[in-house]
């Protein structure tokens, strides 16, 4: 007789707090699928980007909201929460995928920048496992999640099956529900697009000043290929995302016109700056950073 094939390890994480309605659903979906973890904020992280906590300590404590599923919430960032889940939770046990969300609200575009979501997912990349950001442009906390379930088991059994690029999250964003059935995923990459803000200033009961973060999303972008296009079309948009941030187009620039020099003679170009784009150096395995 065969022996059983084993489940996949799900590890979930979100920044809206282990309370929201959008990873109940998502958990809901991964327990159909494999093996789940829950490790998520014990309060709502939304816009943390990727902070992580240094000057305070960390709580981590058991939580019995899913029923029948390890979970744990914690006082922490959403990256503080995958960073104590592979070094501490999962210890000798590495999640073959770690998801993040369903988000409430979008995070296309410049909002990956900002994402609690998305810095779980990241963090995860970066600690060299596979990861998907999952978000609904809804806003609601009682938003509905029904139309995108079929779809997020269909793309986690795909990230499982085919893999994800090796230091790649996938950005995955899904159109709020409507009449409208949901036109298809499309592989996208992120609009130019940013928010123009405005600070509202106010004041409370007591008179004393306040200001409150107001603007508008303003998408500069009239491409067919990416995020907000697709969106705005009714489909799912699938963006690979990296935590390399190096402006590849800008190198051969400064290398070519700035003088680093102090004495203003010209300093020769960085080989590894002539690389292709796609090239990437890795350190060497099982060599440790050392602190600066």
Not at 71 to 92: I, N, Q, W
Not at 247 to 268: C, F, I, M, R, T
Request: proline letters at 6%.
């Amino acid at each position: 007789m065969a022996a059983k094939s084993r489940k996949p390890l799900i590890l979930i994480s979100n920044d809206d707090g282990i309370t929201a309605p959008g990873i109940a659903v998502l958990v809901r979906v991964m327990k159909r699928i494999g093996e789940v973890v829950v490790v998520a904020p014990d309060s709502p992280q939304s816009g943390m980007g990727h902070a992580i906590t240094i000057g305070n300590p960390l709580r981590l404590d058991p939580s019995t909201i899913f029923d029948g599923i390890e979970a744990y919430e914690c006082s922490g960032t959403p990256a503080d929460c995958v960073k104590l889940a592979k070094h501490f939770v999962l210890r000798d046990r590495p999640a073959d995928l770690v998801v993040s969300g369903i988000n409430h609200g979008s995070n296309s575009s410049v909002n990956v920048l900002y994402s609690g979501t998305m810095s779980a997912a990241i963090e995860a990349a970066i600690e060299g496992l596979p990861a998907i950001g999952f978000s609904l442009c809804d806003y609601g906390h009682l938003a509905d999640f029904s139309h995108i379930e079929a779809w997020v088991e269909h793309l986690t059994r795909q990230a499982l099956e085919h893999g994800i690029p090796t230091g790649t999250a996938l950005n995955i964003n899904f159109p709020k529900k409507s009449e409208k059935t949901i036109a298809g995923a499309r592989i996208c990459r992120q609009a130019r697009a940013k928010w123009q803000e405005e600070f509202d200033l106010r004041y409370d009961p007591y008179q004393r000043p306040y200001y409150w973060l107001i603007g508008n999303f303003v998408n500069e972008d009239q491409g067919e290929d990416t995020d907000e296009w697709a969106l705005a079309h009714n489909y799912i948009s699938v963006v690979p995302c990296q935590y390399d941030l190096t402006a590849q187009h800008g190198l051969p620039q400064l290398n070519e016109q700035w003088s680093l020099a102090l004495d203003g003679g010209k300093v020769e170009a960085n080989p590894v700056h002539e690389a292709a784009a796609t090239d990437t150096v890795l350190p060497e395995k099982g060599k440790k950073k050392q602190k600066s």
